[in-house]
Antibody, heavy 120, light 108 residues
Framework: VQLVQSGAEVKKPGASVMVSCKASGYNFTNFYVIWVRQAPGQGLQWMGTINPASGGTNCPQNFQDRVTLIRDTSTSTLYMELRGLTFEDTAVYFC??????????????WGQGTRVTVSS | SIVLTQPPSVSVAPGKTATITCGGDNLGTGSVQWYRQKPGQAPMLVLYADSDRPSSIPERFSGSNSGNTATLSISRVEAGDEADYYCQVWDMSSDHYVFGGGTKVTVL
């Protein structure tokens, strides 16, 4: 199993960024994927979940207006778009596969992370 | 919404046991996961379903969850265990994922 993310990005405030996450080594549509970010020196923050089979998504309220999660089943690739960037969006962004075991939902494989820097 | 509280730091001598707590209302009724993250790396799962270990994780890592507190214990601590550790739950009522704030484990 591998999740390989796109490279680092530098964006200006107000711009948008799209991060990709290419999955391999497993049945792409069988596992949900979450996106998580980590600001410098900070903890992990869940940004949303996508069901690759249906394309259905679920995002926390603080990201709902700015985040779009999509997938391309033909290439087994997931995408996370974040709009209206501010300096506070400077972070490393991760995709991670979700394993669902009853009430236990956890991430057993993670992408390597994509650094997004917002700078004027 | 669920809030998970971890101590910011834990220090432990080599060979001793490190204990990291994760607090949350009625946490014991759910299922807690733990991740280890070393600098510059992605998080790695070390425990799931409170106390189960992925095959690559040594038996030195154990966990429990009862009442309002989940615990990750690392016995016979080694220098390589120095990292940030995060607890995580899935809130089934909202289908949201929640992480604790993280605990930095320092090996003295």
């Amino acid at each position: 199993v591998q999740l390989v993310q796109s490279g680092a990005e530098v964006k200006k405030p107000g711009a948008s960024v799209m991060v990709s996450c290419k999955a391999s080594g497993y049945n792409f549509t069988n596992f949900y994927v979450i996106w998580v970010r980590q600001a410098p020196g900070q903890g992990l923050q869940w940004m949303g979940t996508i069901n690759p089979a249906s394309g259905g998504t679920n995002c926390p309220q603080n990201f709902q207006d700015r985040v779009t999660l999509i997938r391309d089943t033909s290439t087994s690739t997931l995408y996370m778009e974040l709009r209206g960037l501010t300096f506070e969006d400077t972070a490393v962004y991760f995709c991670a596969r979700v394993w669902q075991l009853g009430a236990s939902h956890f991430s057993d494989f993670w992408g390597q992370g994509t650094r997004v820097t917002v700078s004027s | 919404s669920i809030v998970l509280t971890q101590p910011p730091s834990v220090s432990v001598a080599p060979g001793k046991t490190a204990t990291i707590t994760c607090g949350g209302d009625n946490l014991g009724t759910g299922s807690v996961q733990w991740y280890r993250q070393k600098p510059g790396q992605a998080p790695m799962l070390v425990l799931y379903a409170d106390s189960d270990r992925p095959s690559s994780i040594p038996e030195r890592f154990s966990g429990s969850n009862s009442g309002n507190t989940a615990t990750l214990s690392i016995s016979r601590v080694e220098a390589g265990d120095e990292a940030d550790y995060y607890c995580q739950v899935w809130d089934m009522s909202s289908d949201h994922y929640v992480f604790g704030g993280g605990t930095k484990v320092t090996v003295l």
